[in-house]
């Protein structure tokens, strides 16, 4: 090999090796890669799971309804569509969506701490979390000042905290950064509502 | 002295190369190949690109966004629950073999559902 060689195969290393390091810079969006095509039932399930909880949080913030209750009422429905398009193919026993609640209680404020869905299909199965946390409360203003963490998190993109933007009745809202934020409480019940519709509150004692 | 020559011309692509891809906007879309056209939707959905576009009835940029993410022909249909079509694009035709069924509920917490199917 001649010089002139060792020169563009040294290049030619050079541009690869950095080429690879410059690639992880991109964050790429995509589905984990399952055999199974009911991979797609999934997705399909936790797309309903979020709209219900969004319609079922709602009628439990604001009418008092119990959370499950109208839950099932949207599940119920949206099942109802899917059966008759077809696409459990028979296999409409197969599945399996709950809701659970629960509510925390820290720095004299009481909040729905989380709300999980957890689903399943065939032999897959997934969950859905909105987390609230209350991380601190200062009381030394006219009004109360708090600070929560809130974000979503699915298991069918377990690497990913999801981020939601809110906005507050009963109180105004700052942004700190991409999960945390700071509530000034202008009434002793704040509500949380989030850009997918999901409603929590924080009650002040 | 080869060495150092090899360095230099090196570092003049990575410049370059950088230079390039910080000032062009880039979105990377990348879509494993096992997903194939069956999951298109599902993905769609969970990036929250699906609902988004259905409901604010931006259905030319979903046929857009469609045609770049699947290199093949296809056929794009759009129902309301009771069945009245409200979007498609093209002429059903036999060489489409493959419906892809996926169902969206609604939006924000409301029961107003779309029923997508894709032909490929």
């Known amino acids: 090999m001649n010089s002139r060689s060792q020169v563009y195969l040294i290049v030619c290393i050079i541009i690869i090796i950095l080429s690879l390091s410059l690639l992880n810079v991109f964050e790429p969006l995509y ?32 009418n008092n309804t119990t959370l499950n209750q109208a839950f099932s009422q949207y599940i119920y429905n949206a099942l109802c569509v899917l059966n008759h398009t077809g696409i459990f193919k028979g296999e409409v026993n197969n599945f399996s969506i709950t809701c659970h609640l629960t509510i925390g209680r820290s720095y004299n404020v009481t909040y729905v701490k989380l709300y999980k869905v957890t689903y399943s299909f065939s032999s897959l199965n997934g969950t859905y979390v909105v987390h609230l946390d209350v991380l ?23 690497n990913t ?28 019940e704040v509500i949380i509502r989030d850009d997918l519709g999901i409603t929590t509150f924080l009650h002040i004692d | 002295m080869r060495t150092l020559e090899a360095l230099l011309i090196a570092l003049l692509v990575v410049l370059s190369d950088t230079y390039i891809l910080g000032y062009t906007p880039y979105t990377v879309l990348l879509i494993p190949y096992d997903i194939g056209v ?30 770049s993410l ?7 249909e759009i129902y309301t629950v009771n069945g009245t079509l409200v979007f498609q694009n093209g002429s059903i035709s036999k060489q489409y073999r493959h419906p892809i069924i996926y169902v969206i509920t609604g939006v924000n917490g409301s029961f107003n559902p779309r029923i997508i199917v894709l032909r490929v």
């Open chain 1, 31 to 62: 589905i984990s890669v399952v055999e199974e095509d009911s991979v797609v039932m999934l997705y399909q399930l936790e797309s309903i799971a979020v709209e219900a909880l969004a319609y079922g949080s709602t009628k439990y913030v604001m």
């Open chain 1, 136 to 158: 601190n409360v200062d009381r030394s203003s006219i009004y109360p000042v708090i600070k929560i963490r809130y974000y979503h998190y699915s298991s069918l993109t377990p």
């Open chain 1, 161 to 188: 905290i999801r981020t939601r933007s809110i906005e507050v009745m009963g109180g105004m809202i700052l942004r700190d950064n991409a999960t945390i934020f700071t509530i000034t409480a202008l009434s002793k």
């Open chain 2, 38 to 67: 069956g999951r298109i939707l599902a993905w769609l959905d969970s990036v929250g690109l699906l609902k988004k576009l259905i409901y604010s009835e931006r259905y030319d940029e979903l046929n857009r966004i469609l045609v």
């Open chain 2, 70 to 76: 699947l290199d093949r022909p296809f056929s794009l």
